[in-house]
């Protein structure tokens, strides 16, 4: 404890950094070196160094090697003026710190767990307690063994509250991070079945999750079912009990009404959400006057960090939602690894209260902006402080007291070919702007969650052997979702190989900066030394094409497939001589040999992919045979990887899976990642029996039906054969049944049992809660094609928590 008391004497006031790339004041870095499953946070001390950071906690082990061997180490002198820490665990001693850190404050902490929905009542308790209270809130999602300490010991003493998110994916992790919340009050929002592989039963995961309300005053839970009320009242008995029962809060002792008659038309789920957040707002002394100031400014689907397109060639990231610092940075952060354009203009407001002199705040604003954006406008009264501190870096700076200021100037800017990014506090309504700065050309867009690839990437990579390498499918525009923000999601994430099908598709990822290793699955034989030149690896098929290769470009990664049973592209077992003999002659050896399963996803043809994995692994042995031992051999694909484990190998190709499609063994693990999205453009009132509609007059309508025009055709992707009945949009919750052709630009349906339909209403085509596979079952086709079939002039809007 002493340690800890020193430590935090030397460092309290500094910004701990896990991550190097949010690096905000150098001199005040105290950077903590952890170990991660791709990278370790010792690889980039050295940048770090460079950049002005002086203050590291590193293992003990890379201390010793570090200074033991000097001589090895480059730019020494970086080093040994620096202040190094060395531990046995530096995740530990984070944790320890920032333990100590929080028994210094006095105010109330406010813990939220659960498995779905801590963030958006994080967020909208924070906004109802803001009102009266000063507030520190978690950012974003931080939420993990790392995320947790980095939100508490941004609790300042200036703060009275503190609402804290935390989550848990095995047991154990809960008492660490109660350890560090330590709270006064607690909030459990669902019990669901996210994170359900790390625990026995979902009993064992509510006791876990549960274990975080020990010491709290009191706990709030939603709506209960009866296992979560047995252990609630059973298991944890401590704390008083609060639980929400339609919009009644309940106790033993007592029954509230809730009132959130001024929230937004939302789905159920916010609803609930809603309901907790002023449940404990009330508890905190917030009045029922000050949350109906609030309430209708809760809309959590439009406020999420998201990319889509915008006018003259822009694109625009819309993060209206809250300004801090640290939120702030990650925006930045966002914007430069996930937009696809380089030049970046910032709209930016006022940033919360830092309990620091806004000069000071300013600064660190300035320092967060240096080398990342060419233009600043700025919005609110603090704002301009900012005007100075940019001359020396050359941004330029525009200055507005207020969001409708600069919306009635805005078409002075050009916004062209640049990326927008909008940063603000809720109060200055940025968001009025977004419909100014989008493309309006077409109403239809596909909804992209790279959150839920994020998750199903880590489905799939917990299932697979430490040492097994993944690539994954980014084809075919990551099956019509856009390659290049899923590539940069999936080179961030430290994927060992993304894959296209031809050269110009990993050509342009190398244009946006996109490092990772890429297999190019379909390259012609003229396009050789463009492979060469942009670092692409080219699977070859056939002798000609591999004698050709090694004759003219020697040491291009060459990766060889092998026909097992596709009846499609690829050597045969006879040609292994011959491969044999041209690569020993030239010296070189592939890079991987694999070849494609034709039927992994269907149980009938389980025995004929039994015959392929037995017949590669023949080709296999024979080329081991003869001294050529490719470092990496795959074979299977996204349901193989589910359904034949003992065929791993060295790598994997996961393909459609990372959409949460396709793979019925993990159907109840994975997230749909995709939702493609249409409006009602126009409504008629059938007045006369036996009407038509649309082409063909293959539509009829009786009298008193409603029947909607929706702004998606064929051309956008809807298959015609999804016409006449076949197939229904899902408009409010209810299936509305096509009626009549679809059309080149729109359909038609039926939304005369759907009350209160308008025009501009939200209509869903497919998504999570109306599968693309029904969509693909009534066209008689497959996702894959529905996917890929997206027209071009549906907008693609990214969307990440």
Same mark, same amino acid.
């Given at each position: 404890m002493d340690d800890i008391q020193k430590l935090y004497a030397s460092y309290r006031g500094f910004d701990l950094l896990v991550d190097s790339r949010l690096l905000n004041e150098a001199e005040r870095t105290l950077f903590f070196a952890l170990p991660g499953a791709r990278t370790d946070g010792h690889e980039y001390i050295t940048e770090l160094l460079r950049q002005g950071v002086q203050h590291f906690v590193v293992r003990e082990e890379y201390w010793i090697r570090t200074f033991e061997q000097p001589e090895r180490v480059e730019e020494l002198s970086l080093y040994t003026q620096a202040t190094f820490i060395a531990v046995d665990d530096v995740l530990e001693i984070l944790h320890d710190?920032?333990?100590?850190?929080?028994?210094?404050?006095?105010?109330?902490?406010?813990?939220?767990?659960?498995?779905?929905?801590?963030?958006?009542?994080?967020?909208?308790?924070?906004?109802?307690?803001?009102?009266?209270?000063?507030?520190?809130?978690?950012?974003?999602?931080?939420?993990?063994?790392?995320?947790?300490?980095?939100?508490?010991?941004?609790?300042?003493?200036?703060?009275?509250?503190?609402?804290?998110?935390?989550?848990?994916?095995?047991?154990?992790?809960?008492?660490?991070?109660?350890?560090?919340?330590?709270?006064?009050?607690?909030?459990?929002?669902?019990?669901?079945?996210?994170?359900?592989?790390?625990?026995?039963?979902?009993?064992?995961?509510?006791?876990?999750?549960?274990?975080?309300?020990?010491?709290?005053e009191w706990t709030l839970f939603s709506r209960m079912d009866e296992l979560v009320l047995t252990e609630a009242r059973d298991y944890h008995p401590h704390p008083e009990t609060w639980w929400l029962e339609d919009d009644q809060l309940k106790s033993s002792v007592f029954e509230k009404s809730i009132d959130i008659s001024k929230l937004p038309v939302l789905p159920e789920i916010f609803r609930q959400d809603a309901l907790m957040a002023v449940a404990a707002a009330r508890a905190f002394g917030v009045t029922q006057a000050g949350i109906d100031d609030v309430l209708p400014t809760f809309r959590p689907l439009e406020m999420r960090l998201r990319v889509r397109a915008g006018r003259n060639g822009s694109s625009i990231i819309n993060d209206s939602y809250s300004n801090d610092l640290t939120s702030l940075a990650a925006a930045l952060d966002f914007a430069q690894t996930q937009a696809p354009l380089e030049r970046l203009t910032v709209i930016l407001s006022d940033l919360a209260e830092t309990g620091v002199e806004p000069e000071t705040t300013y600064a660190r604003v300035a320092q967060l902006l240096r080398g990342k954006t060419w233009r600043v406008i700025g919005v609110g009264p603090e704002i301009k402080l900012l005007a100075g501190l940019l001359i020396p870096d050359k941004i330029e700076f525009h200055y507005y007291q207020s969001s409708n200021a600069l919306a009635d100037d805005l078409d002075q800017f050009s916004f062209r070919d640049e990326t927008i990014l909008l940063k603000g506090a809720r109060s200055f309504a940025l968001e009025k702007l977004v419909d100014k700065l989008t493309s309006r050309r077409h109403r239809t867009l596909l909804e992209i969650d790279l959150d839920a690839i994020a998750h199903n990437l880590n489905v799939y990579r917990h299932q697979l052997p430490v040492e097994t390498g993944l690539a994954v499918m980014v084809k075919a525009s990551a099956y019509g979702s856009g390659s290049i923000q899923v590539a940069r999601l999936l080179a961030e994430a430290g994927v060992d190989y993304l894959i296209v099908a031809y050269t110009d598709e990993g050509i342009a990822l190398r244009e946006v900066g996109i490092e990772t290793p890429i297999m190019v699955l379909n390259p012609e034989s003229g396009e050789y030394p463009l492979l060469a030149e942009h670092k692409l690896e080219p699977v070859v098929t056939n002798l000609r094409a591999l004698e050709k290769i090694l004759a003219n470009h020697p040491g291009l990664p060459l990766h060889l497939e092998f026909d097992t049973g596709m009846g499609r592209l690829g050597f045969n077992q006879s040609e292994v001589e011959g491969i044999v003999r041209l690569l020993k002659t030239s010296g070189q050896s592939p890079r991987s040999v694999f070849t494609h399963l034709a039927a992994s996803d269907d149980f009938a043809h389980d025995e004929f992919t039994r015959q392929q994995l037995s017949r590669f692994s023949i080709i296999d042995t024979e080329l081991r045979r003869n001294e050529l031992d490719a470092p990496l051999r795959h074979v299977l694909n996204t349901n193989g990887i589910s359904r034949f484990p003992e065929a791993t190998y060295e790598m994997v190709r996961l393909g459609i899976g990372l959409y949460g499609l396709g793979d019925r063994e993990k159907i109840m693990k994975l997230r749909p990642a995709l939702r493609l999205k249409a409006a009602i453009s126009g409504l008629r009132k059938?007045?006369?029996?036996?009407?038509?509609? *649309?082409? !063909? +007059?293959? @539509?009829?309508?009786?009298? #008193?039906?409603?029947?909607?025009? /929706?702004?998606?055709?064929?051309? %956008?992707?809807?298959?015609?054969?999804? *016409?006449? !009945? +076949?197939? @229904?949009?899902?408009?409010? #919750?209810?299936?509305?049944?096509? /009626?009549?052709?679809?059309?080149? %630009?729109?359909?038609?349906?039926?939304?005369?049992?759907?009350?209160?339909?308008?025009?501009?209403?939200?209509?869903?085509?497919?998504?999570?809660?109306?599968?693309?596979?029904?969509?693909?079952?009534?066209?008689?086709?497959?996702?894959?094609?529905?996917?890929?079939?997206?027209?071009?002039?549906?907008?693609?809007?990214?969307?990440?928590?």
């Open positions: 710190l920032v333990t100590y850190h929080r028994k210094q404050f006095a105010g109330r902490v406010i813990a939220i767990t659960g498995s779905n929905g801590k963030t958006i009542v994080k967020d909208w308790l924070t906004a109802l307690l803001s009102t009266i209270h000063r507030v520190h809130a978690s950012p974003r999602s931080y939420n993990s063994q790392i995320g947790v300490p980095l939100s508490v010991w941004g609790i300042k003493d200036h703060h009275e509250i503190a609402v804290i998110e935390a989550g848990v994916s095995r047991a154990g992790e809960m008492e660490k991070l109660a350890r560090i919340i330590q709270p006064t009050h607690g909030i459990f929002t669902n019990l669901g079945e996210a994170h359900a592989a790390g625990f026995g039963s979902r009993e064992e995961k509510l006791r876990e999750k549960i274990g975080l309300f020990e010491t709290t059938i007045e006369k029996d036996n009407i038509t509609v *649309g082409y !063909g +007059r293959k @539509g009829r309508a009786t009298i #008193g039906s409603t029947i909607a025009t /929706v702004s998606i055709g064929y051309a %956008d992707g809807l298959p015609r054969l999804a *016409g006449e !009945g +076949r197939y @229904g949009l899902l408009v409010k #919750g209810k299936v509305a049944p096509i /009626v009549g052709a679809v059309c080149m %630009d729109m359909c038609m349906i039926d939304v005369t049992k759907i009350p209160e339909v308008a025009i501009g209403d939200e209509v869903i085509v497919f998504g999570p809660q109306h599968s693309i596979e029904a969509l693909a079952d009534a066209a008689i086709t497959i996702p894959y094609e529905i996917l890929t079939g997206v027209g071009a002039r549906v907008h693609r809007l990214y969307v990440r928590e």
